[in-house]
């Protein structure tokens, strides 16, 4: 059965596509494409060299603000969850800001960093890192109390115990406060994109707008963020299948 | 090795990989490290949106960088007017062009910029969709119009004709949409009509579903849309540059004025090389006819823009009678006026 594991989801896709062939090919306005029209942009990208172009700014930004996120938020949020009173303290102002969509910043983005990769960057930042300050803090907050008195009980030192007990037992819930997290930020750089940045998947969405009826390199720009999406997703599941990691799932 | 080293060397690995990829494929440089000269060095960045109200300035960027003098300033394309307004106040951009309205309203407010000079004359229109309901102007009572902004002419230019056809403003809807979005909103019926500068209405009749119901010269002569508007800061300290700056668009208005090849010659290398838009489309808004956007006269006129701003008390966006003065300077425009066109043909190699 395993073997065709990839047959019902390719089927599914297959079935969208041809949906959305007939949907387009019964507009009474010919404006939004069809599947091949969008194939045919993605390859006149291709061959102007944008695709690739696009491609890596798009992914950089996303690369510089996860990774300074994931910097900064998780011993953020270790520390919080570690130290309650640090965390009744700061708590209710993160729970404040938490709401706030990263586009709402957009302005202020422009205003500090001017426009360019830095704005982008900030706003990707933005997005991941309360997701993950919180994802980190919960980890702890999950580790059933035992294993930390168990911990103190051999003896060990606080620093200890946070290496060789807190440490591996938080892992596998970061993980997975690491893959949403990565999800997120992959979503906002489409709309950090759109500010004034001259390259990236979000520029070439509303830069299509602006080229008057090139709504086919819209969507291609759609198509591609999605893939790339489906592959960074599927990129942070394999580092869940290490086997190292995976101790916390107990089953298989 | 262990798996957490693994995965931080392969984190390092990677971040390396796509900066380096990043810096070589998509960052200006020269545009980077004008920002580390010596003052009096520096290149102004000059903020535009693909709109051939703004085609003065990628034509001149093309045609100087063509000359022996090399280019003037920093072009750089923005989406919209609220980001170029956020990188003017922040001083990311020193210059850029803006619709005439939100210059004036900014002033007003408080922030430091001045008009200098003009981006061009005419060229917007009043669109409706070719065999729709409205064929006239007073048939859009109880119909929706959209507009690019609360403060543009535009906007302003269907006020002028409600009160030339006394049709009463809360008689039509009128809703803000961002201009590329229009042509596809008036296709599919989301609007039924659109106020918009060019190349926006051309778009919508070559796609054959527009048709223009008036030009805005009909009821707005001496018509403005956008303007050249620089920070207070540059023109005090370096005023020289900005009359470069002036000298350079008012060139590149005359030479867009001497016939046909030079605006179909534009249309190509702005089409391909700024906007990224399809040559042929700049092409119909630069030459169909070709009086449909002029270049000249680009000079700042005291009696436009008390018109202008007038209607924008009448019609609520500003709320004090500002001074011609207090938002334009025109000495710019004014030793601008011995300038020439550039002597660059059209059809050089490219």
Redesign the interface.
């Known amino acids: 059965m395993k073997k065709f594991s990839w047959l019902p989801p390719t089927i599914f896709v297959a079935i969208l596509v041809v949906a959305w062939h007939i949907a387009a090919a019964r507009q009474a306005?010919p404006?939004i494409p069809g599947p091949w029209a969008v194939l045919q942009g993605i390859g006149e990208l291709a061959r102007k060299g944008l695709l690739?172009?696009y491609v890596?700014?798009s992914?950089?930004r996303v690369?510089?603000g996860y990774?300074l996120a994931v910097a900064t938020a998780i011993p953020f949020g270790l520390f919080l969850g570690w130290r309650r009173r640090a965390e009744m303290a700061l708590n209710p102002a993160l729970q404040v800001l938490r709401p706030i969509s990263p586009l709402a910043w957009i302005?202020i983005a422009?205003?500090?960093f001017?426009?360019g990769?830095l704005a982008a960057i900030f706003l990707i930042f933005l997005a991941s890192f309360l997701p993950l300050t919180m994802s980190a803090m919960n980890a702890v907050r999950n580790i059933p109390a035992i294993y930390l008195q168990a911990g103190s009980n051999f003896g060990l030192s606080e620093r200890q115990l946070m290496w060789k007990v807190l440490y591996p037992a938080v892992l596998p819930q970061l993980l997975v406060g690491l893959r949403l997290a990565l999800g997120i930020a992959w979503m906002v750089v489409v709309a950090a994109e759109?500010?004034?940045v001259?390259?990236g998947l979000g520029f070439l969405i509303?830069?299509s707008?602006?080229?008057?009826?090139?709504?086919d390199l819209v969507v291609a720009g759609m198509v591609l963020i999605g893939a790339i999406g489906l592959l960074l997703d599927t990129g942070m599941r394999s580092?869940e299948r290490?086997?190292?990691?995976r101790w916390g799932y107990g089953t298989d | 090795m262990r798996p957490s080293r693994k995965i931080l060397i392969g984190v390092v690995l990677w971040t390396g990989a796509i900066s380096g990829l990043h810096f070589r494929l998509n960052v200006d440089w020269s545009a980077l490290g004008n920002d580390y000269l010596a003052e009096n060095l520096r290149k102004l960045h000059v903020a535009y949106i693909p709109v051939t109200c703004h085609l003065t300035c990628p034509v001149t960027d093309y045609i100087s960088r063509r000359s022996q003098s090399g280019n003037i300033f920093l072009p750089r394309m923005f989406q919209g007017f609220p980001e170029i307004k956020e990188a003017l106040i922040s001083n990311k951009m020193q210059a850029g062009f803006m619709v005439a309205p939100m210059a004036i309203a900014l002033r007003a407010q408080g922030v430091p910029i001045r008009i200098v000079y003009l981006g061009h004359r005419y060229g917007s229109a009043v669109v409706v969709r070719k065999d729709g309901p409205v064929q006239t102007f007073p048939d859009l009572r109880g119909r929706t119009i959209a507009v690019p902004s609360r403060f543009s002419d535009e906007r302003l230019l269907v006020f002028r004709a409600m009160k030339h056809f006394a049709v009463k403003p809360e008689e039509i809807r009128m809703v803000e949409m961002a201009p590329p979005d229009v042509a596809g909103a008036l296709a599919v019926g989301a609007i039924d009509a659109f106020s918009m500068g060019e190349p926006y209405p051309s778009q919508a009749e070559m796609g054959g579903y527009g048709k223009v119901l008036f030009l805005a010269r009909e009821y707005w002569p001496d018509y403005i849309s956008c303007v050249l508007v620089v920070r207070q800061d540059v023109i005090d300290q370096r005023p020289e540059v900005v009359q470069e700056l002036v000298d350079g668009i008012a060139r590149s208005g005359l030479w867009l004025e001497q016939g046909r090849p030079y605006r179909e010659h534009a249309a190509d290398f702005v089409g391909r090389f700024y906007y990224r838009q399809d040559p042929a489309l700049l092409r119909w808004a630069l030459t169909n006819p070709l009086d449909r956007v002029m270049y000249t006269p680009l000079s700042p006129f005291k009696q436009d823009f008390d018109t202008i701003r007038d209607l924008m008390i009448e019609t609520g966006v500003l709320d004090r009678a500002i001074e011609f003065e207090e938002y334009v300077d025109t000495r710019f425009a004014e030793q601008a006026r011995s300038q020439a066109a550039w002597s660059y043909e059209p059809g050089s190699p490219q």
Do not use: C, E
């Open positions: 306005v404006i690739v172009k890596v700014a992914v950089f690369t510089w990774l302005p422009i205003l500090w001017g426009v990769d759109m500010i004034a001259n390259s509303i830069d707008r602006n080229a008057g009826n090139r709504y580092l290490l086997r190292s990691l």
